[in-house]
């Protein structure tokens, strides 16, 4: 099973909500991450954690909030976001953060309106 | 800072053709090298990983290969399908403890029967 599960596949807020975006992982593995894609754009890292603690920062805005609450889960709070943050947000994970495959979840579509 | 650059942005094919997708580094001091897929709307899905000590990784009609060096990767698919239209997208690991992934821009194949 390699099967990053992320929920939910849609997501439309307006600017002054707060929503959160959710990653599972069954695979043992400890090292989980965020990315944001926009349209015919690569993904761009946002955080990543290693063994639940945050190790990366990519100097994201303060409206983005990640959270790991265990080993298995992955979170992203989000709270007074902009249109331009409209993108597909997509979570992996792997083993460790070394050598090991990354394996990618479906993502979650987030339209601010 | 490590920039990765595949060409050609785009490709068009007959079905059955062999063909050759270009990654290229800038800087060789990398833990692996992974080539994903992804199609329209969709996450990534990991298709080959090759560490920086190998040379090439062999998947059914996927052959990708690694000239560290040369800052060089190579993923070859033979006998080309419409099944295989997507993006292909080249990502390297950094020979850095809690690095993530750098991506290319991706080249979009099309396939045509």
């Known amino acids: 099973d390699t099967e990053v599960t992320q929920t939910p596949k849609h997501l439309v807020m307006g600017m002054t909500n707060k929503k959160s975006l959710k990653c599972e992982q069954h695979?043992?593995?400890?090292?989980m991450y965020w990315y944001k894609q926009k349209a015919k754009k690569p993904p761009e890292l946002m955080f990543v954690?290693?063994?639940?603690?945050?190790?990366i920062n990519e100097s994201v805005p303060s409206r983005f909030s990640p959270e790991c609450p265990n080993s298995s889960l992955l979170n992203l709070h989000l709270h007074a976001l902009q249109p331009e943050d409209s993108a597909l947000y997509l979570c992996?994970?792997?083993?460790?953060?070394?050598?090991?495959?990354?394996?990618f979840g479906e993502g979650s579509w987030l339209t601010v309106v | 800072k490590q920039e990765v650059t595949q060409i050609p942005a785009a490709l068009s094919v007959p079905e059955g053709e062999n063909l050759v997708l270009n990654c290229s580094f800038t800087d060789s001091a990398i833990y692996n090298l992974q080539w994903f897929r992804q199609d329209p709307g969709k996450g990534l899905t990991s298709l080959l990983l090759i560490q920086s000590s190998q040379r090439e990784q062999t998947s059914g009609r996927l052959n990708a290969s690694l000239d560290k060096s040369s800052g060089r990767s190579t993923l070859y698919i033979a006998a080309s399908q419409p099944g295989d239209s997507a993006t292909y997208l080249c990502a390297v690991r950094l020979n850095q403890a809690g690095t993530a992934l750098i991506f290319g821009k991706g080249t979009t194949l099309s396939v045509s029967s």
């Open positions: 992996a994970s792997s083993q460790d953060n070394g050598r090991n495959t990354i394996y």
């Open positions: 954690y290693s063994y639940e603690k945050l190790s």
């Open positions: 695979m043992g593995h400890r090292a």
